[in-house]
Each structure stands twice: as structure tokens, then as C-alpha cells.
Nanobody, 125 residues
Framework: QVKLVESGGGLVQPGGSLRLSCTAS???????????WGWFRRGADAAREFVAG???????TYADSVKGRFTISRDNTKNMMYLQMNSLKPNDTANYYC????????????????WGRGTRVTVSA
């Protein structure tokens, strides 16, 4: 069993920055360090969108809409993942969800077995 908890969301002005965190509480034979992390978001149109992913060996992948602005990272010693978001835009406004799964393609939502409840990011003046 794995529980994921996101934090770090909030209200920020356009051009600002936020850092999201996700913590995994683990009671499973799977070791978090052997799993891939992903960030997904769901905006006003309610469609789930891939944002960023990082594999067990730290290969990173990003949605085109966030490349150059967002950075995903992981800390296996703490069972945590981070999303540094810079140069935020109003259309980044969404609920952001972290996900964890045994996959080499963390950009695919169905490859993740565990999901957090989300944290809200609002980008507005």
C-alpha cells in the first residue's frame, strides 16, 4: 500500500514560481526508488493532462507546454518528488496530482498505480 500526499499549491501571480512536493508513505514490497513518478494536472476543462515524469534512473520527460519552465526531481532518501514551476501562466491553473508506478513511460497516466488527492495551483493577477 502506498499513500501519496501533495503539497505546495497556492495562488501566485503570472510569472511567479511555486514548488510542489509529493511524499510517499510506503507499506509495500515495492521500493519507491525503483518506481517512476509523474505529475498530472486537471484544469477547468476537466481533461487530465501529463505535466512531467521521472523514471527510477532519473530520466525526465515533460509536456511541451511546460518545457523550459518546470523541473521535476526526486529524493529517494525521503521518498519524495518535487516539481519546480517557474514563469507560471494563467493556463497553468489546475489541480496537480502526483502519481507513482512501475513504468519506463511515466507520461502515461494508466501506467501509474498510486495517486495523490491533488493540490490546487491558481495563477492569477
Amino acid at each position: 500500500q502506498v499513500k501519496l500526499v501533495e503539497s505546495g499549491g497556492g495562488l501566485v501571480q503570472p510569472g511567479g514560481s511555486l514548488r510542489l512536493s509529493c511524499t510517499a508513505s510506503v507499506r509495500t514490497v515495492d521500493r519507491v526508488e525503483s518506481l517512476a513518478w509523474g505529475w498530472f494536472r486537471r484544469g477547468a476543462d476537466a481533461a487530465r493532462e501529463f505535466v512531467a515524469g521521472i523514471t527510477w534512473d532519473s530520466r525526465r520527460t515533460y509536456a511541451d507546454s511546460v518545457k523550459g519552465r518546470f523541473t521535476i526531481s526526486r529524493d529517494n532518501t525521503k521518498n519524495m518528488m518535487y516539481l519546480q514551476m517557474n514563469s507560471l501562466k494563467p493556463n497553468d491553473t489546475a489541480n496537480y496530482y502526483c502519481a507513482l508506478g512501475r513504468t519506463d513511460t511515466p507520461n502515461i497516466a494508466t501506467n501509474h498505480r498510486w495517486w495523490g488527492r491533488g493540490t490546487r495551483v491558481t495563477v492569477s493577477a
